[in-house]
């Protein structure tokens, strides 16, 4: 059903009809269809292995994938609320989508042969975050010989070896934690490591730490902008630590995407994306610890293609794509914006 709704998103809970995320909006399925309790637990379990089982009921709560062979594939949660089993699935097609396809901006294309480094895509749950990361590695996949490790929680997209050849490790099943996975990929002969999330500074010393040592790494992080992406990092350690994590930063640091999501005039949704590129002078900005500058370095550096978020939405505004209030509601600087689509 989600599928021939082109819904994002099914949630499931006790004494609720199916709800279906589509186009960004929840939306009720049959709801005089109000499930039960058993119900529900018998088709969460029924969805798990038995680690899967014993892990869930142990600790409430647990990530994992669902495969439907010849249909589709989801990234599921499940918890429990008020005492009762729930579960949340999330989309995930089986084909995996372009660069173009999924309308990102042509930067994506050149971090493809990026040899070493450290990339962040990031924004909020629901941006599409994986999905960037997944067409970037599929390009690499079709077009370089390349050992790819991703570490995930749980695998999303999975990869079939084209040029490269691809390891897909999913917490639990594969690795016992991020910290493990992340101490062992060097020994793996990796060339590329994604990282499916950084929650925490351990991981993103490692991933500062595997980019620094020769190696391509992808990483995502629930940030808004490159700015605060910046911030985010430094922030995350103690204080003692930043002036090396700043130095660190500045010379791993190759670009971040911040994106969104946001709702079209004909009911679909668009991407919307943020493009930091480190130059040499973003480097010392970083290094300075002048973050607050960087803003106006995206903005005046349009011609190495970077952009603000606003400026990507004023120009969805200005092809008719999004309406204006939309773009207002999604951006970080609204004055910014409101000066580049102007006042009406």
């Known amino acids: 059903m989600a599928v021939q709704n082109n819904s994002s998103d099914v949630h499931l809970m006790v004494g609720s009809p199916p709800i279906f995320r589509t186009v960004g909006r929840l939306e009720v399925y049959n709801p005089a269809g109000k499930m039960e309790a058993e119900q529900i637990k018998l088709l969460i ?12 009921l142990k600790n409430l709560e647990l990530d994992f994938s669902v495969s439907i062979p010849g249909k589709a594939r989801f990234r599921a949660n499940a918890y429990f609320q008020r005492n009762t089993p729930a579960i949340s699935l999330r989309y995930i097609p089986d084909k995996i989508p372009t660069i173009d396809e999924l309308g990102l901006p042509q930067i994506c294309h050149n971090i493809t042969r990026l040899k070493q480094g450290f990339v962040l895509v990031t924004g909020p749950t629901g941006s599409g975050k994986s999905s960037t990361f997944a067409s970037v590695i599929d390009e690499i996949n079709e077009n370089r010989s390349e050992h790819i490790v991703t570490i995930e929680d749980p695998v999303e997209f999975v990869h079939n070896n084209k040029r490269s050849f691809i390891s897909q490790r999913e917490l639990e099943t594969d690795t016992r934690s991020w910290d493990n996975a992340l101490k062992s990929v060097l020994r793996q002969d990796p060339n590329i490591v994604y990282i499916g999330e950084m929650r925490d500074p351990e991981t993103m010393a490692a991933a500062m730490t595997t980019a620094e040592t020769g190696h391509l790494v992808f990483a995502t992080l629930h940030t808004n902008s490159a700015a605060q992406t910046v911030e985010r990092i430094v922030d995350s350690f103690p204080e003692n630590q930043q002036d090396q994590i700043v130095l660190q930063l500045s ?52 011609n190495v293609g970077m952009k603000l978020i606003e400026q990507s939405l004023a120009e969805l505004v200005n ?26």
Do not use: C, H, W
């Open 319 to 344: 092809r008719g794509v999004v309406d204006r209030a939309t773009a207002m509601e999604y951006a970080i600087r609204p004055s910014i914006l409101d000066k580049l689509i102007g006042g009406g």
């Open 45 to 56: 379990l029924s969805l798990m292995n038995d680690l899967q089982k014993e892990m869930y």
């Open 251 to 302: 010379m791993v640091l190759e670009a971040v995407l911040s994106q969104r999501l946001i709702p079209t005039k004909d009911g679909k949704r668009v991407v919307a994306t943020e493009i930091l590129i480190v130059t040499p002078a973003v480097r010392n900005t970083i290094r300075e610890g002048k973050t607050f500058q960087i803003d106006n370095i995206i903005q005046t550096s349009s």
